[in-house]
Structures are given as C-alpha cells and as structure tokens.
C-alpha cells in the first residue's frame, strides 16, 4: 500500500534572531520543509543585533 504524501498549506517562519544555523531542524524535520542557505541583504538588515552575529 502506497502511503500518501502529507501538503503542509501553513507556511513554516523562521525566527531569524533565534536561529543560530546549526542544521538540527533540517536534520530531524520529518516533512523536509527546511534548508539552510543564506539570506539576503534586505534580510540581513532586518536582523537584530545579536540576529546579525548568529
């Protein structure tokens, strides 16, 4: 029996200023709706203080 895929219609936010990129998410997310990869500078401008060191 085929098991069928499971469509996540929430978006997943990120807190930018908590994250601090190590991967855990993305390694045990069950439903692969997570990747690291950089953020732009228009983001990047957004961040705390602290957001900007991680």
Do not use: W
């Not at 998410?25 to 228009?42: G, H, Q, T, W």
């Amino acid at each position: 029996m085929k098991k069928n895929k499971v469509i996540i219609s929430t978006p997943v936010h990120v807190n930018f200023n908590a994250c601090d990129g190590c991967g855990v998410c993305v390694d045990v997310c069950s439903m692969n709706v997570f990747e690291i990869k950089e953020i732009s500078k228009e983001a990047m401008n957004d961040l705390s203080f602290m957001g900007k060191i991680r």
